[in-house]
């Protein structure tokens, strides 16, 4: 700085550099350069898609069963990306289309990033995904169009499953790389923490760490679960706070009478609190991640997994008084 008596260039010369990075930042944030410290809730309801599978079985049926499936398809439903149903070639066409979707609606995108090397490798309902190099592209063709107005979970049950299936190091690599990425393209993202009856606060806290949540809002946890709400804010609370209070979302499509400890389309399970946003310590929203209806797989008399289960679908709708 100019001494006493004296005055010096350099504050403007400074300031030319530090009105570009103004500028620039700026015009990152509107393009969607990054949105990991705000609520992407706050301000905007999630989105409603007019072309899910709940919508499409809504068509097809007739009298009070027609209205239930009607009202369900329009309650806000993250879109679910896999590398089975949307190709590296195709899978960026989908997000820009849905982002595209979104964003004339003035709403907020959910998607779940769920096609990692061995995916569902203890369950096996839902297994597949891509190799390692493959999974890398598939997540960059996503980061390219997702945008700064969507949200994004990632990898369901990946960290809660590395363990067992002998995943660990594999599995921290390519989250961490996915997460940044994701970050980087401008979507907020949480990184999937398991669900209440899983792990331990402590030993989610460490591999979330470990696999880059600090490029992220924070977490998700009961991803397609059926914990209770005030089971899961315990659980999510905890791990919050061994991360310094890191934000998260809860999905609470099918959690409205708790759980009875089986994760595979159980009955006797109900529609849990629909979507919204909070301002309750580090929870950012409730949300409908899992869409109510798809299957979990091939049990509990259930159909494929992800296949949209008009029976089960009408099930948890009565159950939870609709």
């Not at 620039?24 to 969607?32: P, S, T, Y």
């Not at 679960?225 to 905890?238: F, Q």
């Not at 992800?306 to 679908?313: D, L, P, Q, V």
């Amino acid at each position: 700085m100019s001494g006493a008596g004296r005055r010096s260039r350099l504050p403007f010369l400074v300031a030319i550099p530090v009105v570009l990075f103004v500028v620039v930042f700026v015009a990152a944030r509107l393009a969607g350069g990054g949105s990991q410290d705000s609520n992407p809730f706050a301000d905007r309801a999630p989105f409603v898609s007019t072309d899910s599978a709940g919508a499409g079985a809504a068509s097809t049926a007739s009298g009070d069963d027609r209205q239930v499936l009607e009202r369900l398809a329009a309650v806000p439903q993250a879109k679910w990306l896999t590398p089975e149903a949307y190709p590296v070639g195709e899978v960026g066409g989908v997000v820009a289309k849905v982002a595209a979707q979104a964003r004339a609606a003035e709403r907020t995108p959910v998607f779940v990033v769920y096609g990692i090397t061995d995916r569902d490798c203890s369950g096996g309902q839902s297994s597949g995904g891509l190799p390692a190099d493959q999974y890398t592209q598939w997540v960059d063709r996503i980061a390219e169009q997702v945008g700064g107005d969507a949200a994004v979970v990632v990898e369901p049950d990946a960290l809660a499953t590395a363990a067992e299936c002998g995943q660990g190091a594999e599995r921290t690599n390519l989250l961490r790389t996915a997460v940044k990425t994701l970050a980087d393209g401008g979507a907020t993202v949480y990184l999937d923490a398991g669900h209440a009856s899983w792990t331990a606060p402590a030993d989610m806290a460490s591999m979330l760490k470990a696999a880059g949540v600090d490029d992220a809002r924070g977490f998700a946890t009961n991803v397609a679960g059926y914990e209770s709400a005030a089971d899961e804010k315990v659980y999510a609370d905890a791990v919050s706070a061994a991360l310094g209070g890191a934000h998260y979302v809860t999905d609470t499509g099918r959690n409205g009478a708790g759980s009875n400890g089986e994760w595979c389309n159980p009955d006797g399970r109900a529609l849990g609190r629909e979507p919204a946003a909070s301002d309750d310590g580090a929870l950012d929203a409730y949300l409908w991640i899992k869409p109510p209806g798809e299957s979990d797989g091939t049990c509990g008399g259930g159909p494929a997994a992800g296949t949209f289960w008009t029976e089960r679908a009408l099930a948890l709708a009565r159950a939870a008084g609709w």
